[in-house]
């Protein structure tokens, strides 16, 4: 519990020994402080003897008097060149102010030891850390850097414990030239730099040199603090490299790859992360240019969901140069909006979920964005990309699965579009001729904010639902009021309308809005019938509802009834008004037989379709399929069918050898209905259907043919 003062005034040596407990060359205990110091600008050495053996628990102080030099005269110790059995333990603080500094052999890492909770404290302008074995829990502080930083020094990928610096009187930029290879096996903090530019990695002279450091835990910048990671020497560019095993977190100051000297860089500087990449305050970016596309990198190489929250929204330079690259299976989190030059997957992929925040590309280049797919695509935000040429622009998003969008730009000005996916029907479907149905699964949001008009292509993943074969499918969009087809003049279509693959191009669009699949009737029907079905309600009466898509154009519908199924006549008309789609009739003459409904559908300018057959029972029991649409299946069809009861079938479906392949339960209810049916697992070939009741009652079969 004592501080001890030992100086002198001239050039003076004193030289311990003691091989150890109790005979220790030198012992400060804990809560104790030795102080060495001189009272002129003369060297006084603290010499330790071959065999001797050092324990500092407490605080060893070295100091000087304020005339100080950069020369070497002051306050030092020296250890011993060669001594297989000299050890030193620092457990305490090693305090190098003013003038301290220190005399250590090249091979001192095997008896020099800073152990858990020791501190080099260097307080003083320039001169170097000692070779040494640094445990984990150490650490080196720096606090009086003015125009030098000191040195770390150290054998070939060496480790060191805790890396702080932290000087306030730092008075111009330092290029710290940090040893290649080094780890720092703690935290790394950059708390002060006296608004100085820091360069960890400085210029490095000869070939295969390349600095790459490794901060086993976080790398944090605070206070009015400036780190360059990247050489800032013109004469020498080389490629440097900061692995961040932890967090990477910015609280104030400036971060910067390469500095303003690199005026064409051509060598790469990445920083990599596996933690949390955080800002709260302070920038970050690249001073330097360069001159290839991929040289300056930050990289999220975690093994977790890493959360990516940057204040100031960006990492990119002037140029546009940066690169955020994802290597990480588990993925990213974007906390709040975030720009960079350019983005890509690599390795181990993953999908960066943006919680409604923007992700910005911001080169032109049409290869800015690389490396997307399956597992790696932006999820829950949009995506942000500059244009500066008339290519093709893919946007990577997607939500529970990669759904992309690509944008191309009519000419070459320089645009701003944004697209965000959404994996669930738009608020509205109502839909425009000729438009009758658009996508109810997915949708995108396209939104140019300036420049160029574009064109969309959007890409199927799965048929549209409810399209049939007959129908084709096109980009759609939504105009404010309804659903309207893109497809223009130059834009393309797909069929058949129920294809589960293929891609669709809008034409040139100035407005982009929500965008999604559209699907056009592929029958040149002026009146699409969508639904029609029938019902007994009495023993007299019988009622009959359908429904007509949007495109439609009807003028009036002519009931027809039948009592073999073959005969018709005229037994009422419906007429229809604008914008109507769902109509009925009662007809109160139901035949005591059975009954058969048909459409007589006739359109504004003339035009005559006919509907299919409704089967309505009267007092006998019985069951109808109707119809089959369509027979030329892709993936699903739907049968029409007519019951006089409550009932429950098994609908067969049997091959050409008469072997039944799949089987379908269904309960009806009394009058008509569509059963749909999925055909997708079944091989190309020719079926039919067929339907059995519980009592074994079949029905006659329907022939189809698997595509």
């Not at 008309?573 to 059975?594: G, W």
């Not at 029972?617 to 993936?635: D, H, K, R």
């Not at 020719?686 to 074994?696: A, E, H, R, S, V």
Request: with cysteine; proline share 5%; aromatic share 10%.
């Amino acid at each position: 519990g004592v501080s001890a003062k030992i100086y002198t005034s001239a050039i003076t040596t004193i030289t311990a020994s003691g091989n150890g407990s109790p005979n220790y060359a030198l012992r400060i205990d804990d809560n104790c402080r030795l102080e060495d110091s001189v009272s002129a600008d003369v060297a006084f050495n603290f010499a330790l003897s071959n065999g001797s053996r050092t324990l500092i628990d407490g605080t060893w102080y070295f100091g000087g008097h304020n005339s100080v030099t950069l020369s070497s005269n002051g306050p030092f110790f020296t250890l011993p060149s060669s001594s297989p059995t000299y050890r030193m333990d620092v457990n305490g603080s090693l305090i190098m102010g003013n003038k301290g500094w220190m005399s250590t052999p090249p091979n001192s890492t095997n008896f020099l030891y800073f152990n858990a909770g020791s501190e080099l404290l260097i307080a003083r302008d320039g001169l170097y850390t000692p070779r040494a074995t640094w445990d984990p829990a150490s650490t080196i502080r720096i606090t009086g850097s003015v125009t030098a930083a000191a040195a770390i020094n150290g054998l070939s990928s060496f480790a060191i414990g805790n890396l702080i610096f932290d000087c306030a009187g730092m008075a111009n930029e330092i290029g710290w030239a940090l040893p290649v290879g080094m780890t720092i096996a703690g935290n790394f903090q950059v708390l002060n730099t006296n608004n100085n530019n820091l360069v960890l990695a400085y210029s490095f002279a000869g070939s295969g040199v390349t600095p790459a450091y490794v901060v086993n835990k976080n790398f944090q910048i605070s206070g009015n603090s400036w780190v360059t990671l990247g050489n800032n020497n013109n004469s020498f560019d080389k490629p440097s490299s900061l692995q961040v095993d932890e967090n990477f977190i910015q609280t104030g100051g400036r971060f910067d790859l390469r500095g303003l000297a690199i005026t064409a860089a051509t060598q790469p500087t990445e920083l990599k992360i596996k933690g949390s990449f955080t800002q709260t305050a302070g920038t970050f970016g690249c001073a330097s240019e360069a001159t290839g596309a991929n040289l300056f990198v930050v990289e999220l190489n975690g093994g977790a969901p890493q959360n990516v929250d940057i204040v100031s929204n960006t990492i990119d330079n002037s140029t546009n140069q940066v690169k955020l690259r994802l290597n990480n299976v588990n993925g990213a989190i974007l906390l709040k909006p975030l720009s960079a030059g350019r983005l890509e997957w690599t390795g181990s992929n993953g999908i960066i979920t943006a919680n409604g925040n923007d992700l910005t590309v911001n080169n032109p280049d049409a290869g800015s964005v690389s490396g997307a797919g399956s597992n790696a695509f932006v999820a829950g935000g949009a995506v942000v990309r500059k244009t500066a040429s008339n290519v093709a622009y893919s946007f990577p998003v997607g939500g529970t699965a990669y759904r992309p969008c690509v944008v191309t730009p009519e000419d070459a000005t320089a645009s701003e579009y944004s697209a965000r996916y959404y994996p669930t029907s738009y608020s509205s479907t109502a839909t425009s001729t000729p438009l009758y149905k658009v996508s109810t699964s997915e949708y995108w949001n396209i939104s140019k904010a300036s420049g160029s008009n574009a064109a969309v292509t959007l890409s199927l993943a799965a048929a549209v639902p409810g399209a049939f074969g007959p129908d084709k499918v096109v980009v759609a969009h939504f105009n404010g009021a309804s659903w309207e087809s893109a497809k223009g003049a130059t834009g393309t279509e797909l069929t058949p309308g129920n294809t589960p693959t293929g891609s669709v191009t809008s034409e040139v669009l100035s407005s982009f809005s929500p965008i999604t699949f559209g699907v056009v009737p592929g029958s040149p029907l002026p009146v699409y019938l969508v639904a029609f079905n029938g019902k007994k309600l009495t023993n007299t009466s019988a009622k009959l509802d359908w429904i007509i898509t949007a495109s439609s154009n009807p003028d009036r519908f002519e009931i027809l009834r039948s009592e073999d199924g073959t005969s018709f006549r005229q037994v009422g008309t419906v007429r229809a008004a604008a914008q109507q789609l769902v109509f009925s009739f009662v007809d109160e003459q139901l035949p005591k037989k059975t009954a058969y409904y048909q459409l007589r559908m006739i359109d504004q300018q003339g035009v005559v379709n006919m509907s299919k057959i409704v089967t309505i029972f009267s007092n006998a029991e019985g069951w109808v399929i109707n119809s089959m649409m369509p027979t030329l299946v892709t993936s699903q069809a739907k049968l029409n069918i007519s019951a006089s009861s409550r009932a429950n079938i098994r609908l067969a479906v049997t091959d050409m050898y008469g072997r039944i392949v799949q089987q379908q339960q269904t309960s009806l209810s009394a009058g008509s209905q569509d059963v749909w049916l999925n055909f997708s697992r079944l091989p190309a070939g020719t079926y039919q259907i067929t339907g059995y009741l519980d009592n074994g009652q079949k029905t006659g079969s329907f022939r189809f043919i698997k595509q």
